[in-house]
C-alpha cells in the first residue's frame, strides 16, 4: 500500500520527480563463453535501467554477426530459486555503421516488492561468417524470396477459391523450411552475460494538489488526486498482463515464487482506485475520509473548513 501526505498546496512540484524513467545500458558480467566465439563480435546490450513489471521493456542488442536467437533466464539469490526462461527468435538489421541490431520486448515472468532487484541471464547465439555465412545468407535470402512469391499466390487463390486446407499446408510447410534453413549454418556460437536490474521504485506514483498554500477558517479547501500506473507513464496498443509469480521474501535468506490470485491481477490491472483519502487537523485527528474513492471522485475533492478550525498544517493524505 502507498502512502502520500504533504503540506496543503505543497504538491504537485515535489513529486514530479518520481516520473523520470531512466534508459541506459546495465553493467554486466561474463557467465559463459563458447570456446570458439569470435572476440571482434562484441555484443552491447541495452535495456531499461528499471523494468516495469506489465509493460514491454525493450531491450537492443548490436553486434558485429547478426545474432539468431537469444533467451533470458529470470531469477533472484537464493539456494532454492530456479530461473524462469523466455526464448526469442531475433531479426537482426545491419545499421548505417555496419553493426547488427535486433530487438525483443521483455516481460518480467514475476514481480518483487517495489524497486526490488531481478538478475537477467541473457544467452545470444550467432553464426560466423566465415563458418559457412555467405552459404547461409544465400540459402535464407532464396527461401525468404519463394515464400513472399507463394504468400502472394495464397493470398490470391484465397481471395477467389478460399482453399483453406492447401494454404495451411503450405504455410507449415514453410515454417518447416525456415526452420529448416535457420539451422544450416551449423552449431552456432553462444556467449551468455548476466545484467542487474531492479523493478521501479513505484508501481503507482501519486500527485495531488490543493487550489492554493493558505487557507482561512471558514474557506472551503478544494484539492485533488491522481494516480499513474505504468500505462499511463508508457502507454502501449499491447494486451497487458501482470506478471504471475511474485517473490515472496518473507524468508530473505531463501526467497520462493509464490501465485498472484486472479483477483489480484485484476487489481493490478485496473485503473488505479484509491483504498482512503482523509484530511488530518494539525493535532493528528482525521477530521474527513473518503473510501474506495475512483479517480474521477479525487479529481475533485473539496472541505469547508470550521470557523474555530485550528491554526497549523493541515494534511491530505491519499493511499492506494
Not at 106 to 120: K, R, S
Amino acid at each position: 500500500m502507498a502512502e502520500h501526505d504533504f503540506p496543503l498546496g505543497r504538491v504537485a512540484l515535489c513529486l514530479l520527480s518520481t516520473l523520470s524513467l531512466p534508459v541506459s545500458g546495465l553493467i554486466y558480467q561474463e557467465s559463459y563463453l563458447d570456446a570458439n566465439y569470435d572476440p571482434n563480435n562484441a555484443v552491447t546490450i541495452t535495456i531499461p535501467r528499471t523494468l516495469l513489471p506489465d509493460v514491454p521493456n525493450r531491450l537492443q542488442l548490436r553486434s558485429a554477426h547478426p545474432l539468431s536467437t537469444l533467451r533470458i533466464d529470470s531469477y533472484v539469490y537464493g539456494p532454492n530459486f530456479s530461473p524462469m526462461n523466455q526464448s526469442y527468435r531475433l531479426t537482426s538489421k545491419r545499421s548505417a555503421d555496419g553493426l547488427y541490431t535486433a530487438e525483443v520486448d521483455f516481460h518480467p515472468p514475476f514481480v518483487t516488492e517495489e524497486g526490488g532487484a531481478i538478475n537477467l541471464n541473457i544467452t545470444y547465439e550467432y553464426c560466423r561468417q566465415n563458418e559457412g555465412g555467405r552459404r547461409y545468407r544465400q540459402h535464407r535470402d532464396k527461401y525468404d524470396a519463394n515464400d513472399r512469391e507463394e504468400e502472394k499466390e495464397g493470398i490470391t487463390r484465397s481471395a477467389r477459391d478460399h482453399p483453406d486446407d492447401d494454404h495451411d499446408s503450405r504455410a507449415t510447410e514453410r515454417k518447416d523450411r525456415r526452420r529448416h534453413h535457420s539451422s544450416t549454418c551449423g552449431e552456432p556460437k553462444r556467449k551468455s552475460q548476466v545484467i542487474y536490474a531492479s523493478f521501479v521504485w513505484k508501481f503507482i506514483v501519486i500527485l495531488g494538489e490543493s487550489d492554493k498554500p493558505i487557507y482561512r477558517p471558514g474557506e472551503t479547501i478544494r484539492f485533488r488526486f491522481i494516480a499513474l500506473n505504468s500505462r499511463q507513464l508508457q502507454p502501449t496498443t499491447e494486451k497487458l498482463r501482470w506478471p504471475k509469480f511474485l517473490v515472496d521474501r518473507r524468508d530473505y535468506m531463501n526467497p520462493k515464487l509464490v501465485e498472484i490470485s486472479e483477483e489480484e491481477r485484476r487489481r493490478h490491472e485496473m485503473p488505479p482506485e484509491f483504498d482512503v483519502i482523509y484530511i488530518e487537523d494539525p493535532s493528528g485527528n482525521r477530521v474527513k475520509e473518503w473510501k474506495n474513492v475512483p479517480q474521477m471522485t479525487a479529481f475533485n475533492l473539496s472541505f469547508p473548513l470550521l470557523p474555530d478550525a485550528s491554526e497549523g498544517v493541515w494534511r491530505l493524505v491519499a493511499n492506494v
